[in-house]
């Protein structure tokens, strides 16, 4: 399996320019997950899906950030509009459901903000 | 909702030595502690975990021990090798939470050759 795949890898925009992150789960999965990784604030759950139904989103920090999972094999991340205090590392991860906990990382996206 | 600290911050050791990491949690209904690893571009992969119900686990150079009464949990590393070099992360999570894991701020471990 190739496990997790995100895209973009790396971001730079500008501030003010709509950001979109994606994401593509491991096939069978059935919880997807987004983080956010900083150096202040380590890593920080912002939304997580389970058969492609948004549970939770107390972490999404705004308005500005929303996320979708339209079908089992895709998510998005969207940041609109962008701020500098958005820059971070952006995880993506699945895990299989029934009595596995683990969850599967993506390789993360990048984000700069200028 | 659940607290978990994670000490030290920074490890350095010499290859072939021990490390150990700590943590420790806040909520007494946690049940299942995982660690992960995460290395340089990576994201965090998980390296060994361990459930309420027992006190120790092995896997080969790592082993963790869980003390529910004090509620904290250790990563214990033995022989050290440079590839270990990393940032170890530890969660906890339980069953009415979902299981989904609340992170430690992470140990970054360095082992020199």
């Known amino acids: 399996d190739a496990g997790v795949i995100q895209s973009p890898r790396h971001e730079v925009t500008e501030m003010g320019q709509e950001v979109t992150l994606r994401c593509k789960p491991i096939?069978?999965?059935?919880?997807l997950f987004w983080y956010r990784q900083t150096m202040m604030r380590g890593l920080e759950l912002l939304i997580y899906f389970n058969n492609n139904v948004p549970i939770d989103d107390s972490g999404m920090p705004e308005d500005r950030f929303s996320a979708k999972m339209p079908n089992a094999s895709f998510s998005t991340l969207k940041i609109q509009p962008s701020e500098p205090r958005d820059s971070a590392v952006y995880f993506c991860?699945?895990?299989?459901?029934?009595?596995?906990?683990?969850?599967?990382f993506g390789p993360g996206t990048r984000l700069t903000v200028t | 909702g659940e607290n978990v600290e994670q000490h030290p911050s920074t490890l350095s050791v010499q290859e072939g030595d021990s490390a150990v990491i700590k943590c420790t949690y806040s909520?007494?209904?946690?049940?299942?502690f995982p660690w992960y690893k995460q290395e340089l571009g990576k994201g965090p992969q998980l390296i060994i975990d361990i459930r309420s119900n027992v006190g120790e686990k092995k896997d080969q150079r790592i082993a963790v021990t869980l003390n529910k009464t004090a509620k904290h949990f250790s990563l214990h590393i033995t022989e050290t090798q440079p590839e270990d070099s990393a940032v170890y992360f530890c969660?906890?999570?339980?069953?009415?939470?979902?299981?989904?894991?609340?992170f430690g701020r992470g140990t970054s471990l360095i082992v020199h050759p």
């Open positions: 096939s069978g999965h059935n919880s």
């Open positions: 909520d007494s209904a946690s049940n299942y």
């Open positions: 969660a906890a999570s339980r069953a009415g939470g979902s299981y989904i894991p609340t």
């Open positions: 991860a699945s895990r299989p459901g029934g009595a596995s906990y683990e969850q599967y």
